[in-house]
């Protein structure tokens, strides 16, 4: 079912093109499709569930969008915004129709998500702690709360409805989500008509994705990923097999539109005998435990943004990013720094980006030299630390510099001064623990 749900997604793109095509649709637009959940329609009392654990924890904007697939409805025959009155017509507490505006695509997954953020910018009801007065059956009275224990009670009003207004002094990020909408997946209408049964598999196959395959972590994923690019007799590696590959082992754990950008990191790096990729997982296997921390795929969309010259930059990235603390259980995304990397522009910082790059090998040649003296283990979080807070430096200069008080080249001289400086401080210790190391091994003689 999740190979039958990558190649429908693949044939029926929207636009076709060499990734899937992403659009961005105001909750008011996206409903659920009917056959997602085998037409059985969401409930108001699960959107409640849901925004309560969410204002709890937080909102995670990256996991909101992650793998949200949707098909186009139909232009000529639309249906979808008819179908979805019908089916949630019992349910007092569900938005059916956000003023005038109509569904322009039919969701495959992330449908409950979607329809509380509906409920949100509709003022439904989200508070569940009001008093309700009942005569023969019949609702006559629902009494104000005086004092809302619910997990909604951070985004709601005193009346228990949802407030678009309390929600953004609770959740900046969230309100601008419900406001802005999901970035889709978005598959053509033409599916619907050519494969009947395609959206009922795709959403199956989404659905089935937090449960399938989800012990294996990123580090034993990529480390497969990496083993699989090794080039033919052509000197190339499609793309099509290693994913077929990768699926047929881990499923729904590599049905990410980023995957792609992950096979591309491993083959712009050399491939599987890359010694780059061998730094990293050597950096992994180290430092990184993957029972405590987990990273996104879409991480490697930020990675491969910048030019594939420079390697070790793009490595000391990751690292940077396995080392951040954990949000929600996943690494934080690295900043895009694409701009440092142009040779004209407002953010050109070049040649500095050079010197980096160039400090990062001759940096690990000396440490990798003396491993023998200081240990394996100590050399790999040594090199990697630097990289680290060097990458932590470049992060740190601001993108904007406000005229008068400095110039880019100002910035990018004192950015080189405060690296060299650190690397300099860093060879001295490292030369330090090697003759320590040297004075205890002839003390033990």
Known sequence: MIKKSIAFRAK??????????????????AVPHPKNRGGDGVKSLRTKQLTSSIARDGCDPIE?????VAVEDHPDDPKFQKRFQEQVKSDPHMCKKIGVSVAAIGTLSHSHFNCAMRNMLDGQKGCECSTVVEVDGVVVEEAQV?????????????HGQYSMGVLRSHDVIWAELCETGILWEVLSHTMDIEE????????????????????ACHTEIMNTLVGLCKPGPSGEVPFAPVQN??????????????????????????????PHMHDLKEFTQVCVNPKKRDMRFEIYSVVTEHPKEFPRIRNAMIKWSWRT?????????????????????????????????????WFGKVATQVQEKIGREKAIKFIGGVEID?????????KVIEEGYSTLSHEEMTLKMNCAQYLAKKLVKLLHECKENDKEKMISA
Do not use: H
């Open 325 to 361: 603390t954990p949000q929600r259980g996943y690494c934080q995304l690295p900043p895009n720094i694409s701009g440092r990397f142009k040779d004209t522009g407002s953010q050109s910082m070049v040649k500095a980006m050079r010197d980096i790059e160039g400090a990062f090998s």
């Open 64 to 68: 909101g969008n992650s793998n949200a």
């Open 196 to 215: 009947p049964e395609a959206a009922m598999i795709i959403a199956l196959a989404l659905n089935r994705k937090n449960e399938a395959s989800m012990g």
């Open 12 to 29: 029926y793109r929207a636009k076709q093109g060499e990734g899937p095509t992403l659009q961005r649709y105001s909750p008011a637009l």
């Open 146 to 158: 005086e004092e809302c224990t619910c997990g909604n009670k951070d985004i709601c009003n005193k």
């Open 245 to 274: 590959k990768m699926v047929e082992l881990y499923s729904s754990a590599v049905d990410y539109p980023d995957f792609v950008n992950a096979f591309r990191l491993v083959m712009e790096a050399g491939g599987a005998e890359s």
């Open 390 to 398: 060097i990458m932590s430096k470049v992060f740190a200069v601001p």
